[in-house]
Each structure stands twice: as structure tokens, then as C-alpha cells.
Nanobody, 130 residues
Framework: QGQLVESGGRLVQAGASLRLSCAAS???????LGWFRQALGEEREFVAA????????YYSASVRGRFAISRDDAWNSVFLQMNDLKPEDTAVYYC????????????????????????WGQGTQVTVSS
């Protein structure tokens, strides 16, 4: 089994920065890691991912240039640095892990699909006030 525990979400003002952390354990440390978010009344959407094989990163168009995903050396933690936050970034942010290490031809389409992930955290709330 694998576990993921997010932290770092809170209320901030527009334009602020925030860093989310996700601690991974067990099988959740084996593969690629991603961040998704879900706003109230909306579907869960992809935010960012980092590929296990080569640290390739992927971002949704709405956060590219403002958010950055990174991980620690042991792949035990993944981080999401969020800059220039906007009210539309308000959501519950979820960390997700792929239990397998996949070939590098698995790219943005794969890691942007929430169905490809095996483990999920409980989420952390980020609220951006205007």
C-alpha cells in the first residue's frame, strides 16, 4: 500500500505565494507524482506532475509559469510552489502517485489524467481572497 499526506494549504490574498508539501510512503514512493485540484462544484483537474524516470515536468495551461513542482532526492516528498495566486486557484489540492515506473513515452496526456494514479492524499484547502 501507499500513503500520501498533503500540507501547507491556507487562506492567502491574491498575488501571494504558497508552498504545498506532500509526504509519500510505501508504494506511493515508486512512481511519478502529481498535483490535482478540485474547486467547489467543479470536477477535479490536473495541475502539475513530475515524471519518475527523468524529472520531466508537466503543467496545466492555467498554472504554467506561476506554479512549480519539485521533489526531494528520495522521492519521499513532492512540493508545489505556487506564485502569484489568483482567486480562481481556490480549491482543494490533492497529491497523487503512480505506483509504477513507466517508460518515458508516457507523457503529458498520461500524467494529466487522474485515472492513471493509484494513490491519493486527503487534500489540503487553498483559498485565495481577492
Amino acid at each position: 500500500q501507499g500513503q500520501l499526506v498533503e500540507s501547507g494549504g491556507r487562506l492567502v490574498q491574491a498575488g501571494a505565494s504558497l508552498r504545498l508539501s506532500c509526504a509519500a510512503s510505501g508504494r506511493a514512493t515508486r512512481g511519478s507524482l502529481g498535483w490535482f485540484r478540485q474547486a467547489l462544484g467543479e470536477e477535479r483537474e490536473f495541475v502539475a506532475a513530475i515524471r519518475r524516470n527523468d524529472d520531466a515536468t508537466y503543467y496545466s495551461a492555467s498554472v504554467r509559469g506561476r506554479f512549480a513542482i519539485s521533489r526531494d532526492d528520495a522521492w519521499n516528498s513532492v512540493f508545489l510552489q505556487m506564485n502569484d495566486l489568483k482567486p480562481e486557484d481556490t480549491a482543494v489540492y490533492y497529491c497523487a502517485a503512480d505506483a509504477a515506473v513507466r517508460p518515458t513515452y508516457y507523457g503529458a496526456d498520461f500524467y494529466g489524467d487522474s485515472r492513471r494514479y493509484d494513490y491519493w492524499g486527503q487534500g489540503t484547502q487553498v483559498t485565495v481572497s481577492s
